[in-house]
């Protein structure tokens, strides 16, 4: 059978966080279970690619390569996001090559402060700037900085590789296929619309309807919350983003949340769509403590 015949099965994998060799690890046995099933893998991450594990640049760079060979796709997690915003706004040069544009639907830490939520209610600009970045490098951006070789206490050494910063602004606010949909957390049935109408060019991208697009995108990136209905009518609904003690499904919602908490010593899981199939592997240790 050529390889054009050969079924594909897509197994969608939760928040690896670099933690890349556990992810090698889970990565031979989706291989291995799809031949035995005698159908090609395309392996999805639901995001969060990066940050608290200790090789967040290997992960980035396996699923780049993975992505120009057809066998590997990934969506934005609010990880990649919070990369992007502080560099953004503390090391805007990584923004200047051909294809590395801040994408238009992300809120810049201007627009956050702006919009006059959470942390931005309670503080002036000044401490804001200096607040953000330092939540992100504490919620695992030192370790990301650190898997590339940069100072973390040093902005001034951010210099990331066009080819990473192209690779992270096209990372897609979700991934479908006939049988389900995923996005990095939880969705809202009428954010998930309002998303999929802007990026499939349905809507236009001016004035009211970017904050409101802005908006469901942050939803689609940071919500825990179970959604009020199905996020999909036909189609199961997969998401990563609140680590599980197992991967679990609610059945009526049609929801399939796969983020096992690898980073925090769990496990790292894959679910094979086709099949409604669980594939894991332990993590070697908590990666939020000292070794």
Same mark, same amino acid.
């Given at each position: 059978m050529s390889d054009l015949a050969t079924p594909v099965w897509p197994y969608l994998v939760g928040d690896i966080h670099g933690c890349f060799s556990e992810y090698l690890e889970l990565e031979a046995l989706i291989f291995r279970h799809a031949e035995k099933n005698q159908v090609r893998a395309l392996i999805?991450?639901?995001?969060?690619?990066?940050?608290? &594990?200790?090789?967040?640049a290997s992960v980035v760079a396996h699923f780049l390569q993975g992505q120009q060979k057809g066998t590997h796709e990934a969506i934005l997690g609010n990880h990649e996001v919070m990369l992007l915003q502080v560099l953004h706004h503390l090391a805007p040069w990584n923004f200047e090559a051909e294809g590395c544009h801040f994408p238009l639907w992300l809120s810049t830490l201007e627009e956050l402060y702006a919009q006059g939520d959470g942390l931005a209610?309670?503080?002036? /600009?000044?401490?804001?700037? +200096?607040?953000?970045?330092?939540? /992100?490098?504490?919620? &695992?951006? /030192?370790?990301?900085?650190?898997?590339?070789?940069?100072d973390p206490a040093n902005p001034a050494s951010w210099c990331f590789s066009p080819f990473v910063v192209q690779y992270l602004v096209s990372l897609p606010l979700y991934w479908e296929s006939?049988?389900?949909?995923?996005?990095?957390?939880?969705?809202?049935?009428?954010?998930?619309?309002? +998303?999929k109408s802007a990026m499939s060019g349905e809507l236009s991208l001016s004035g009211q309807q970017v904050q409101a697009v802005k908006q469901a995108v942050h939803s689609l990136l940071w919500r825990?919350?179970?959604?009020?209905?199905?996020?999909?009518?036909?189609?199961?609904?997969?998401?990563?983003?609140?680590?599980?003690?197992? +991967?679990?499904?609610?059945?009526?919602l049609q929801c399939t949340q796969i983020d096992t908490g690898c980073v925090y010593g769990r496990s790292l899981s894959a679910y094979c769509l086709p099949r409604d199939k669980v594939l894991a592997v332990l993590a070697a240790r908590n990666y939020l403590q000292p070794a």
């Open positions: 999805v991450s639901v995001g969060d690619l990066i940050d608290r &594990g200790p090789d967040s209610a309670t503080m002036d /600009w000044d401490n804001y700037q +200096v607040t953000i970045p330092h939540l /992100w490098l504490s919620q &695992g951006g /030192w370790q990301t900085l650190q898997s590339y070789d940069m006939e049988l389900g949909v995923a996005t990095h957390a939880l969705a809202q049935p009428e954010d998930l619309r309002l +998303v825990r919350d179970l959604p009020t209905g199905r996020p999909d009518p036909q189609r199961l609904h997969v998401s990563g983003h609140t680590p599980m003690s197992h +991967v679990r499904r609610w059945r009526l």
